[in-house]
C-alpha cells in the first residue's frame, strides 16, 4: 500500500536517466473534455463519456509515451493545452464563458477520473525520463485548471523525476537547445501568437534558430507557418510553426448539428534535435475495440 501511495502522489525517488542524445520529445495532451457526453445515435460518429475519456488517454498517452522512450530524450516534457475537462464549476452545464453544455453532472466523478488518468500519464513518463510539465488554461475549464495546476504541483513536489511549471499564463514558452517551444490553448490572441512570443520572450528568440508553437482548440489537426512583421513592414522572422493539435474525442451533438465532423481522434507527440529543428513526430489513435 505505501508503494502504491508513493507511486500515486509522486514521493521523491531516483531520477531516471537522460539519454545520450540531448533530444527531447513534447507530448501534447489536450482537449480531453473529461466529462463530455456523445452518443453516436445523435451525432453519427463515435460514443463518448467518463469511461472512454479514461481509456483513451491513458492508453493513447502511453503509447506514445513508449514510441518516444525507444528514441532516448534527455527530456520530455507532458503540455497540458486546456479543455482537460469539458465544464467549469458545480452546479452548471457551461463552459467558463457560460455556454450551454451536455456533460456528466457527477462534478467529483469527472475530476477525479480526469486526474487520475492524466497524472498517471506523467508517472508512466517520469518512470524513464525526466518530465516537465506544462499547464494552460482552456475556453472550457479556467478554473478547474488553476486548481489542477495546484493539486499537480502538490502531487509531485519533490519529485526528482517530474518539474511542474509554476506558472499560471495563457501563453507559456520552453527552450531547449537551439528550440523556442510555445504552449496557448489557442482560443485567444491565435493570429498574434508568433510575435506576442517574440515580444514576450526576447532573449530566448534571439538565441534559438527553430520555433514552434503548440495550441488546441480547434478539435483539428493543421500547422501553419506565420510570418512575423516588425514596425517597418518587413519581414523579420518566417517560419514560426503554429501547430493546431487533434481531439481525443468525438463529435458531440453541437459539433455534430453544426458540421464540425470529419477530423481524427488522436494525440501527438513530438521530436527535436538540440541543435535545433524537429527530428520527426508520431501521431497516436485511440483503439476503439476498447472502449
Known amino acids: 500500500a505505501g508503494a502504491e501511495r508513493a507511486k500515486r502522489f509522486g514521493r521523491p525517488g531516483r531520477a531516471p536517466r537522460p ?16 466529462g463530455k457526453y456523445a452518443w453516436s445515435r445523435t451525432t453519427g460518429h463515435g460514443d463518448y463519456d467518463l469511461d472512454h475519456a479514461d481509456r483513451f488517454v491513458r492508453d493513447t498517452g502511453e503509447r506514445l509515451i513508449d514510441s518516444g522512450d525507444a528514441q532516448r530524450p534527455a527530456a520530455r516534457v507532458i503540455a497540458f493545452l486546456g479543455d482537460l475537462f469539458h465544464y467549469d464549476g458545480a452546479g ?9 453544455l ?9 475530476l477525479g ?16 525520463v525526466p518530465t516537465r510539465v506544462v499547464i494552460v488554461p482552456g475556453n472550457h475549464d479556467e478554473t478547474h485548471t488553476a486548481w489542477f495546476r495546484t ?6 513536489r519533490g519529485s526528482k523525476a517530474v518539474a511542474v511549471a509554476d506558472e499560471f499564463t495563457h501563453r507559456q514558452y520552453l527552450r ?38 503548440h495550441t488546441g482548440h480547434l478539435h483539428s489537426q493543421r ?17 514560426v510553426i503554429v501547430r493546431t493539435a487533434p481531439a481525443i474525442c468525438p463529435p ?11 477530423s481524427r481522434q488522436a494525440m501527438e507527440s513530438f521530436f527535436y534535435r538540440p541543435s535545433g529543428g524537429l527530428d520527426g513526430m508520431i501521431v497516436a489513435a485511440p483503439r476503439m475495440e476498447a472502449a
Open 176 to 213: 531547449h537547445g537551439g528550440n523556442l517551444l510555445g504552449f496557448a490553448h489557442g482560443h485567444r490572441a491565435r493570429r498574434t501568437l508568433p510575435q506576442l512570443m517574440a515580444l514576450e520572450r526576447p532573449s530566448d528568440w534571439g538565441q534559438t534558430v527553430y520555433r514552434e508553437i
Open 151 to 156: 493539486l499537480t504541483q502538490v502531487a509531485f
Open 19 to 34: 539519454g545520450k542524445g540531448g533530444g527531447l520529445q513534447v507530448l501534447v495532451v489536450a482537449d480531453t473534455h473529461f
Open 223 to 239: 500547422s501553419r507557418v506565420t510570418r512575423v512583421v516588425n514596425d517597418d513592414g518587413l519581414d523579420t522572422i518566417d517560419g
Open 92 to 100: 452548471q452545464a457551461k463552459t467558463t464563458a457560460g455556454t450551454p
Open 113 to 128: 477520473t480526469g486526474c487520475e488518468a492524466l497524472h498517471a500519464l506523467i508517472h508512466r513518463s517520469a518512470a524513464t
Open 102 to 110: 451536455e456533460r456528466d453532472g457527477r462534478l467529483e466523478k469527472m
Open 252 to 262: 458531440d451533438d453541437w459539433h455534430s448539428q453544426e458540421g464540425y465532423v470529419g
